[in-house]
């Protein structure tokens, strides 16, 4: 069994130039690769507030939590839920027709 991304036609069509020798990855590269997430990535940035009249709040503080969507790794969520601002749940709208990596019985949506 082996998995195919939806990107890739992109990939074959750069093929030449990921073998260069002095080839840099592009934003567009980086963004057609996927990694499955296992575990839990955690990613934290700092960002001016614009809004603040004070100098306390000058800043807002982000802390992106990547948890893996696979079914083995959503028991895991739960534990980042606690002082959550807010939820992103990012979802491939081309996976209506697939089924799960880990189930080829179960439809990915």
């Known amino acids: 069994k082996f998995w195919i991304l939806d990107?890739?036609?992109?990939?074959?069509?750069?093929?030449?130039?990921?073998v260069e020798a002095d080839f840099v990855p592009t934003e567009e590269d980086c963004i057609m690769a996927r990694v499955r997430t296992t575990g839990m990535v955690q990613t934290e940035f700092?960002?001016?507030?614009?809004?603040?009249?004070?100098?306390?709040?000058?800043?807002?503080?982000?802390?992106?939590?990547?948890?893996?969507?696979?079914?083995?790794?959503?028991?895991?969520?739960?534990?980042?839920?606690?002082?959550?601002?807010?939820?992103?749940?990012?979802?491939?709208l081309a996976g209506y027709n697939m089924v799960l990596f880990e189930d080829d019985q179960q439809n990915r949506m």
């Not at 960002?47 to 004070?54: M, R």
């Open 7 to 18: 990107s890739v036609d992109w990939f074959f069509s750069n093929v030449e130039r990921f």
């Open 46 to 92: 700092d960002q001016p507030n614009l809004e603040s009249k004070h100098e306390w709040d000058k800043t807002i503080h982000w802390r992106v939590i990547d948890v893996g969507g696979q079914r083995n790794e959503r028991k895991k969520w739960m534990h980042f839920f606690d002082d959550v601002k807010a939820i992103l749940y990012v979802v491939n």
